[in-house]
C-alpha cells in the first residue's frame, strides 16, 4: 500500500521522510513543539495551479484529498508553519456522530468511516478505535467503572463512535493527497488573494505570487483576517476562544483504549481514554476569546494554562467519576479553537467572490465533522452543489452584521454560555436572527421573565400560555409584529430588463398589474428552491422582493449570479432602509383605515395586494417610531397588542404554510410540497428549473409535504416534537418531520414533515395509512393530510352554523 505514497510528487523528499516516520501512541509528543523541517528541501513555488488551498490542518487536508479523489488536478495546498500544528495537534481525538443537526451527524459518520480505511489506503496508522459494543441503558457503569451513576435519569450509548490520533488522521490525509497529485508546501504563509472582476486570479505569498482559479480559506483562527486582508475583503464570522482540556497519567488501574467517550451535557465535559488515563476537557461558561491579529501560529499554540479558569469543569469531571480524585494529573493544555455566531462550522463560496471558498469555523468538532465537510465542499467546488443540502453551514447564512469583530467577540461567548440578550422593561425575550434580535414572546407586567429564560425543557414550555393569548389576539382582534429583519430588495430597469429577468427567475408568473403580490419560489436547474419570496409590482419597471431574513445574502448572491450584465438593470438590497410592521388579525384593516383614511374594502384593498399610505409625517427612524405608535395608540380600542415569532410559527404550522430553512431547501421542488400552482406551466415562457419540474410531473413524486396531527399526545405530560422526528407509516420508516408548533385552534399538535414511498407516491398513500410520529421512542398516532386542518374545521363550523341557523327557521 506504500507504493502510492513513495510516487507522490507534490511532497518534498524532507516532508516525505517526515510523514511516512512513525509517529508513536495517540497524541504522544504531539504537544511539545518541534522544529519545522528545514528549509533546504523546500520545492519552488509554482507560478500556477488551479486550486490554492490555505491550511495544513486536518480540514485543508481534507479538502485536497477529496478534490484529488474526484479526479481534480493542479491542486497546491500552503501551511504558514508545519502540518496539523495548529489547533489539529491538539484536538481532543474524539469522533462522535452526536451533533446538533442531521448534516452534521451525516458529515461526523462520513469522517468515521474514512478514518477507519486511511490506514490501509495510506498505510498511515490513525490510532483509530472504535468504541464497545452497544448496551442497555442501565448498563452504564458495567462499561464506564468510573461514572457516578446515582444521579442519572437516563444514557445514551453511541457504539460507532470512535477515537483517534489526529496528528496521524492528518498525516494520513496528506500523504492520501500526496499520492494523488496534490503539492504540499510548509513555511509559507498566504498574504492575499488578488480578485478581477469579482473572480479569484491569484494568490500572493511570503514567497511570491500563484496565479490560480480557486481559493480555499482553511485557516482556522487566521480565517477571519486572511478574509479581511484579501483586496477584496471577504466575510468569514468566526472568533477564536482558549479551550482547555486536562491530561491525567495512567490510573492505577489502566482504562482500555476501547472505552467509551463519556459526555456529560450537564457537566459541560467530555473525558476519553488516553495512554491508561484520561483526557478531559468541556466548555466553560465564562469564555475567554482570544485575537489572532498580528500574532503567528506558535504564539497562539503555545497559550499558558488556567487553572482558575477550568476549575468548574474540573468540579464537574470529579462530579461525574469521583474516582479520580486519587489521579495525578500530567498537564492542562490550552487550546484555542475557532467559534461562529450559531455555533455550526463555515463552509461553501463566498457572495462577493467567485472562487473563493471557505470551510473553518468548526466549534471544537473539526475532526469529526472534517472528512464529511472536505467531502461536501470538493463536491461543491467540482459538481457546482454538494450531494446533500448544507444550507445550515453554508457561509452565506450571515450578513455583515454578523460579521464585526465586536459582534462575533460577544456572540461567541453568548453561545458556549448558552445566554443571550434581555429586555425586561419590554416585556419581550429575545432571540437573534441575521444579526437582529426579534421578539419570541412578549411577558406582561407582573411575570418574572428571568424565571422563564431559565426554564428549559422538552415538554410543555413556562410561555405555552403567554404564546396562546398572543395567537389568540392575533385570531380575535389584532396584533402588531416586527419584520424589519426580512430581506427586501429593490429591482429597477429603464425598459422591461426587470421583468424579463424575474420571469427567467422566478417559477411563478410575476407580469401582474402595478400593486398586485405574487408568492413564488426561485428555483435552480435540479427544480429546487434557491428562494422563496413575495415579489410586489411597483410599477412598470420596479418591483419589490421579500425574502426571509436569514436569504439576505443567499438570495442576493443567487440573483447577482443569474443577472444579466446590464448597465439599465439595477439591483439594491433595501433591507436597512424599511421598517416592517404585520398587523394581524381582523381588526387590522379598522386600524389601517383610521390611520390612512383609505378605504379598507375587499373591493378596495383585495388580498396579494399592496398599496402607499401616508399615516403621517417624521424624519428616518423617528417615523418608523412614529408609525408604531399611532398603530398601538389607535389599536388600543381594538384590542391590539405586541406578538413575538413564536405566535407566527404556530400560526404559520397550522395552517401548512412551508418555510425556506425549514421545510423548504435546495432540494425540495414545488410538486414535492403542494405549490404547483405557483409554477407557470400553463404558459410557454422558459424559467430555471422548469425541464427539471416537467420531467418530475411526467414521472411523479417519490416524497411529499404533509401535514401530521398528534391524535394521542398529552400535551401536560409527554414530550413535545420540536423537529426531525421520525415518521412511520404502518410501522415502516417513510420520513422525517422539518417544523412543529402546537395549535391552540386544534388543541393538538402539528407537524410538518415529509414522507417517502421510492415506487412514487400517490394522495392515497398518504390519506389511507396509519401514521406515527416517533418522539424520544415513544410512538404517537397521527393523522396525515395533504390540505389544513384548519381548513376543514372552518368548513365543519360553517355547516354547523348552517345547521343551527336552518333549525330556527319557521316552518
Not at 430588463?497 to 435540479?526: I, K, S
Not at 406578538?643 to 404550522?653: F, K, N, T, V
Request: include cysteine; charged fraction near 20%.
Amino acid at each position: 500500500m506504500r507504493s502510492c505514497v513513495w510516487s507522490g510528487r507534490g511532497l518534498s523528499p524532507a516532508m516525505l521522510r517526515r510523514l511516512l516516520q512513525p509517529q508513536g501512541a495517540a497524541l504522544k509528543g504531539v504537544l511539545s513543539h518541534r522544529r519545522a523541517v528545514s528549509g533546504d528541501g523546500q520545492p519552488p513555488l509554482p507560478s500556477q495551479a488551479r486550486v490554492v488551498i490555505c491550511g495544513g490542518g486536518i480540514v485543508g487536508t481534507s479538502v485536497a484529498y477529496h478534490l484529488a479523489k474526484m479526479g481534480w488536478t493542479d491542486i497546491l495546498l500552503l501551511e504558514q508553519g508545519r502540518l496539523g500544528a495548529g489547533t489539529t495537534r491538539m484536538c481532543a481525538g474524539i469522533v462522535s456522530v452526536a451533533k446538533s443537526i442531521s448534516i452534521e451527524s451525516q458529515m461526523a459518520d462520513y469522517s468515521n468511516s474514512l478514518y477507519q480505511q486511511l490506514e490501509e489506503e495510506t498505510g498511515v496508522n490513525t490510532g483509530y478505535v472504535k468504541t464497545a459494543p452497544g448496551i442497555q441503558t442501565q448498563e452504564v457503569s458495567k462499561l464506564h467503572s468510573l461514572v457516578n451513576i446515582h444521579d442519572l435519569v437516563g444514557a445514551l450509548h453511541l457504539p460507532g463512535d470512535a477515537v483517534v490520533s489526529p496528528p496521524e488522521v492528518n498525516r494520513a490525509l496528506a500523504v492520501g493527497a500526496a499520492g494523488l497529485g496534490v503539492q504540499i508546501l510548509e513555511r509559507t504563509t498566504v498574504q492575499q488573494v488578488l480578485v478581477e472582476k469579482g473572480h479569484v486570479t491569484a494568490v500572493e505569498t511570503d514567497r511570491g505570487s500563484i496565479n490560480c482559479e480557486y481559493f480555499v480559506n482553511c485557516a482556522g483562527q487566521w480565517g477571519y483576517e486572511l478574509g479581511q486582508a484579501s483586496e477584496v475583503k471577504v466575510s468569514v464570522p468566526l472568533h477564536g476562544c482558549e479551550h482547555f482540556y486536562l491530561l491525567s497519567k495512567p490510573l492505577q488501574q489502566p482504562l482500555p483504549s476501547d472505552t467509551p467517550v463519556v459526555m456529560d451535557m450537564d457537566g459541560r465535559i467530555y473525558v476519553r481514554p488516553w495512554q491508561g488515563g484520561v483526557l478531559s476537557g468541556g466548555f466553560e461558561k465564562n469564555p475567554k476569546p482570544i485575537f489572532t491579529e498580528g500574532r503567528n501560529q506558535l504564539e497562539v499554540q503555545n497559550m499558558q494554562e488556567d487553572w482558575d479558569h477550568f476549575e468548574p469543569m474540573l468540579s464537574a469531571l470529579l462530579r461525574r467519576m469521583p474516582k479520580l480524585e486519587t489521579a495525578e494529573i500530567q498537564q492542562l493544555v490550552n487550546c484555542p479553537e475557532s467559534f461562529t455566531p450559531d455555533m455550526r462550522c463555515l463552509m461553501g463560496e463566498t457572495p462577493g467572490v467567485h472562487g473563493y471558498y471557505v470551510l473553518a469555523g468548526m466549534n471544537s468538532s473539526g475532526l469529526a465533522l472534517a472528512g464529511g465537510a472536505g467531502r461536501y465542499l470538493a463536491e461543491w467546488m467540482v459538481y457546482g452543489y454538494p450531494t446533500a443540502n448544507v444550507w445550515p453551514l453554508d457561509i452565506k447564512r450571515f450578513g455583515n452584521l454578523q460579521s464585526s469583530r465586536t459582534f462575533l467577540r460577544h456572540r461567541v461567548m453568548e453561545v458556549m454560555h448558552g445566554s443571550s440578550a434581555k429586555d425586561q422593561s419590554s416585556g419581550a425575550r429575545w432571540m437573534e436572527k441575521h444579526g437582529f434580535e426579534r421578539p419570541k414572546y412578549f411577558v406582561p407586567a407582573g411575570k418574572d421573565l428571568l424565571s422563564l429564560d431559565r426554564s428549559k425543557t422538552f415538554y410543555k414550555p413556562d410561555w405555552f400560555d403567554l404564546v396562546g393569548s398572543e395567537v389568540k389576539c392575533c385570531k380575535e382582534a389584532v396584533c402588531v409584529i416586527d419584520m424589519s429583519s426580512f430581506t427586501k430588495f429593490e429591482l429597477t430597469s429603464s425598459g422591461d430588463q426587470a421583468l424579463e429577468y424575474l420571469q427567467f427567475l422566478c417559477a411563478n408568473d410575476v407580469d401582474v398589474p402595478v400593486g398586485h403580490m405574487v408568492h413564488t419560489g426561485m428555483l435552480n436547474e435540479r427544480g429546487g428552491y434557491e428562494n422563496d419570496c413575495s415579489v410586489v409590482r411597483l410599477s412598470k419597471n420596479s418591483f419589490f422582493i421579500i425574502s426571509p431574513s436569514d436569504q439576505q445574502v443567499h438570495c442576493w448572491s443567487w440573483m447577482k449570479k443569474h443577472m444579466p450584465n446590464d448597465p439599465q438593470l439595477h439591483l439594491e438590497d433595501v433591507s436597512w432602509k424599511y421598517t416592517a410592521l404585520n398587523l394581524i388579525g381582523p381588526r387590522a384593516t379598522d386600524i389601517l383605515a383610521e390611520l390612512s383614511y383609505v378605504s379598507m374594502t375587499p373591493d378596495h384593498f383585495p388580498s396579494m395586494f399592496c398599496k402607499e399610505m401616508s399615516v403621517g409625517y417624521a424624519n428616518g427612524i423617528r417615523y418608523a417610531l412614529h408609525v408604531y405608535n399611532e398603530v398601538m395608540s389607535v389599536g388600543q380600542k381594538y384590542g391590539v397588542r405586541n406578538a413575538g415569532y413564536y405566535s407566527l410559527r404556530s400560526l404559520r404550522i397550522e395552517k401548512f404554510l412551508a418555510f425556506w430553512g425549514q421545510d423548504l431547501d435546495a432540494f425540495t421542488t414545488p410538486l414535492e410540497c403542494g405549490r404547483e400552482f405557483r409554477v407557470k406551466f400553463d404558459t410557454d415562457m422558459d424559467f430555471l428549473g422548469r425541464e427539471a419540474l416537467l420531467q418530475q410531473r411526467q414521472e411523479g413524486v417519490s416524497r411529499r409535504l404533509v401535514m401530521l396531527v398528534l391524535e394521542e399526545h398529552d400535551t401536560e405530560l409527554d414530550l413535545w416534537p420540536w423537529w426531525g422526528e421520525p415518521v412511520l407509516r404502518n410501522k415502516q420508516l417513510v420520513g422525517a418531520t422539518t417544523s412543529s408548533a402546537y395549535s391552540y385552534t386544534l388543541e393538538r399538535h402539528v407537524c410538518l414533515g415529509f414522507v417517502s414511498a421510492p415506487g412514487g407516491l400517490s394522495p392515497d398513500f398518504v390519506t389511507r395509512g396509519d401514521y406515527e410520529v416517533d418522539i424520544a421512542g415513544q410512538h404517537y398516532a397521527a393523522k396525515a393530510k395533504l390540505y389544513p386542518f384548519i381548513s376543514l374545521l372552518s368548513q365543519q363550523r360553517r355547516l354547523k352554523d348552517q345547521l343551527d341557523l336552518g333549525s330556527m327557521t319557521p316552518e
